[in-house]
């Protein structure tokens, strides 16, 4: 079952990979706002540090639980970021055209 977890964790990052890149490159209409882009990124940068976690499972007890706070660091601003994009944009007056 230990050798299962870095397997599972490379998945993952390759999860949050892929969200990062759909987020950076994607011209949906969604991302057209700057905020809510950089709340995507921070999601997938969620699932990336989550995944370090999962990959470095025979490091020390102090590193996981650093890398699990910072995770949950990175998922609380995607999250506040996300849900005040409209806020943030409107205050910064940085939203692309349509």
Do not use: N, Y
Request: aromatic share 8%; glycine share 10%.
């Amino acid at each position: 079952m230990e050798s299962a977890l870095p397997m599972l964790g490379w998945l993952i990052f390759a999860w949050g990979c892929g969200i990062i890149a759909i987020a950076v490159f994607s011209s949906h209409s969604r991302v057209r706002s700057p905020a809510r882009r950089f709340a995507d990124v921070l999601s997938g940068l969620f699932f990336c540090v989550l995944s370090l976690t999962l990959i470095l499972a025979q490091s020390t007890s102090r590193t996981r639980i650093g890398l699990a706070i910072a995770a949950g660091v990175v998922g609380l601003a995607s999250w506040a970021l996300g849900l005040h994009a409209r806020q943030v944009d409107r205050a910064t007056g940085s939203r692309k055209p349509r």
